[in-house]
């Protein structure tokens, strides 16, 4: 099956700091990431689409100066956060989709980011 | 019409049971209805997947069934085991879109 990597695994911030966040497909070239948000015990949110060599679609309530997305290459895409503030803490996790013509629709997930602010 | 509700938040099984989670969307365009299981601290893992042109799929002990015209589906865990404890998402996309997410099941099976 696909992987998905991404690092770091967990980051401890001071409030005000950024954060970069890295998610790469390991084995196949994923033309469209995604990333999400889990807070404990809830579902997945999904915060962006991000589409290799073009603008990342954010969902709305995200705010776009805030999760910063860089998709430069088919196998990395980022996420920086921006000024984190304690609210931003939460678990980050990418997923990476199968190129089309492979596989209908499927998405990979990376083992996600536990991010805490302080 | 994005929404998918996954029946119930949480489930205790008993080991050697069959655990069956439960999930209904109202859009019709959804043409894909994956299942993932997560364990704590860790990402998305994609169990088994449907197609709306199908009833039933079986992989192993995971059993996926849909029923179109009800805009149902479930996974169904034969022989659950306590390995099994995870919490389980089902999910629904369009057209090789995004994914629309349940709220997740807790599944706990004992020993």
């Known amino acids: 099956g696909a992987v998905v990597s991404q690092h770091p695994s967990w980051v401890i911030c001071k409030s005000g700091t950024s954060v970069k966040i890295e998610c790469r497909s390991l084995?196949?070239?994923?033309?469209?990431m995604f990333w999400y948000r889990q807070f404990p015990k809830q579902s997945l949110m999904l915060m962006a689409t991000?589409?290799?060599?073009?603008?990342?679609?954010?969902e709305q309530g995200v705010e776009k100066d805030k999760f910063l997305i860089n998709h430069a290459s088919l196998t990395l895409s980022t996420l920086t956060v921006t000024s984190a503030h304690p609210e931003d803490s939460s678990f980050y996790i990418c997923?990476?989709?199968?190129?089309?013509?492979?596989?209908?629709?499927?998405?990979?997930f990376g083992p996600g980011t536990r991010l805490t602010v302080l | 019409q994005q929404q998918v509700k996954q029946s119930p938040q949480s489930l205790i099984v008993q080991k050697g049971g069959i655990s069956i989670i439960n999930c209904a969307y109202e859009?019709?365009?959804?043409?894909?209805f994956p299942w993932y299981q997560q364990f704590p601290g860790k990402g998305p893992a994609l169990l088994i997947a449907?197609?709306?042109?199908?009833s039933e799929k079986k992989e192993g002990r995971f059993t996926i069934s849909f029923n179109k015209s009800a805009k149902q589906f479930s996974l169904h865990i034969m022989d659950s085991q306590p390995g099994d404890s995870a919490t389980y998402f089902c999910?629904?996309?369009?057209?090789?879109?995004?994914?629309?997410f349940g709220e997740g099941t807790q599944l706990t099976v004992n020993p």
């Open positions: 997923s990476a989709k199968w190129p089309k013509g492979i596989s209908y629709n499927e998405q990979f």
């Open positions: 084995d196949f070239q994923a033309t469209t």
């Open positions: 991000s589409n290799e060599g073009s603008k990342a679609t954010y």
């Open positions: 859009n019709t365009a959804f043409d894909y």
């Open positions: 449907i197609r709306p042109d199908v």
């Open positions: 999910a629904a996309s369009k057209g090789g879109s995004r994914l629309t």
